[in-house]
């Protein structure tokens, strides 16, 4: 399944700025990969290998970010009626065990467990898509089931 062509503005420029770092540290480990390549006998040279490497890393992601940035939408409007949640809401919602959790709602770009950021394309965000404060969703992982109750919506 193609993943939602959806970003935020924060994202949109993390990914240009990634992109632009990709490029300054694709400049540095080519030189560095000339360098390793003078000094001879390339099959068993360490540093010329772990290079070569390197930079087929860092292009493989180039491209990826050159092709997948022009696709994406960038959503940067609140929705008119802010207590129902859409892309971008920052959701607080409480678990079976009592606990308060929080998350936001971003594109497959962005997702960051450590900040709370879940894809668009996750069970947890399409079950909470259009619902709003008090509403309760109900998601099926491999482990069984869990239900939410949402606390809070804001943008």
Do not use: C
């Not at 919602?93 to 936001?104: I, S």
């Not at 450590?114 to 998601?139: C, F, H, R, Y």
Request: no cysteine.
């Amino acid at each position: 399944m193609k993943s939602s062509p959806y970003i935020t503005v924060e994202g949109m420029v993390r990914l240009n700025e990634e992109l632009e770092e990709r490029w300054q540290r694709r400049r540095d480990v080519v030189k560095a990969l000339s360098a390793a390549a003078a000094e001879g006998d390339r099959s068993e040279n360490a540093e010329y290998i772990y290079r070569k490497k390197e930079l087929k890393g860092i292009d493989r992601r180039i491209r990826y970010l050159q092709k997948r940035m022009p696709d994406l939408r960038v959503v940067s409007d609140k929705p008119d009626v802010q207590e129902v949640i859409f892309f971008a809401a920052r959701v607080t919602l409480e678990t079976e065990a009592g606990d308060e959790v929080e998350y936001r709602i971003v594109g497959p770009d962005e997702i960051d467990h450590e900040k709370g950021n879940i894809s668009l394309d996750s069970p947890l965000a399409q079950a909470l898509l259009k619902k709003q404060v008090d509403d309760e969703v109900t998601i099926h992982i491999k482990q069984g089931r869990k239900t939410y109750a949402i606390l809070a919506v804001h943008y």
